[in-house]
């Protein structure tokens, strides 16, 4: 029995079909031998075919739907910095990935990806057990920014010697942190386009009060973020 398990393969042939995905793909699934326990996959993408099997292309394990279920659960009364539901924030983030023809896998991590901080208080544990796959959780730790206060200190510290007036220097050492931070999702193009369109939807005026603008900290907050997202390159 379990060499005639070993030896099985099920065949699953995807076509072009009506079904529409938010990325705009189209998919259907012929199923044969579905108890069979291998699997061999015809994959079709941009006019392409390739086998399957192995590969490491790109696979939507969670459905955008799915996923906006997960993060509203998550961030359930929170507020962005309009003063609105952060779900709604959220979801202008993917919206902007959408609208720029992203598709569909940024758009579940763009929603997902401020999952795992002090605010939400979950545990990749508890994302798991929502649904998320474990390496989306990875990859969200990945992107959940700590700030390095010690390395701030030090940076802060050396603008000071050469005369950078301590509020400058701090905000500039905050700033180079966070840009260091982002460098590190570079190397995953998913992640960073994700990380680029937080950060380019909180430059939006609705997410800045007008009162604000005049202050120095929101002065360099949002020079921060242009900064973050010109080391991002996406």
């Known amino acids: 029995m379990k060499s005639s398990l070993h030896n099985a393969f099920l065949n699953v042939k995807i076509f072009l079909h009506l079904r529409t995905f938010r990325d705009d793909s189209f998919f259907a699934i012929n199923c044969k031998n579905s108890s069979h326990i291998l699997l061999r996959i015809i994959y079709i993408e941009d006019m392409g075919i390739a086998d399957a099997r192995g590969f490491k292309k790109r696979l939507i394990m969670l459905s955008y739907q799915d996923a906006y279920k997960i993060a509203d659960s998550v961030h359930k009364g929170q507020q962005d910095k309009a003063g609105g539901p952060y779900i709604d924030f959220l979801q202008n983030v993917a919206d902007y990935l959408k609208n720029k023809g992203e598709p569909e896998d940024v758009q579940v991590l763009a929603i997902l990806q401020d999952s795992i901080t002090s605010g939400t208080k979950k545990t990749p544990d508890d994302m798991i057990k929502m649904g998320v796959p474990a390496d989306m959780v990875e990859l969200i730790q990945k992107m959940t920014y700590h700030k390095n206060q010690a390395w701030i200190d030090e940076y802060s510290c050396h603008l000071m010697e050469k005369g950078v007036p301590a509020e400058d220097a701090t905000y500039d050492a905050r700033e180079k942190d966070f840009v260091r931070f982002v460098e590190t999702l570079k190397d995953n193009p998913t992640a960073a386009k994700a990380k680029s369109a937080i950060l380019n939807v909180l430059l ?12 120095l900290k929101t002065k360099f907050r949002l020079k921060k973020y242009k900064a973050a997202i010109q080391a991002l390159g996406v």
Request: glycine residues 0%; neutral net charge.
């Open 204 to 215: 939006e005026d609705k997410y800045i009060h007008r009162q604000e603008r005049r202050e």
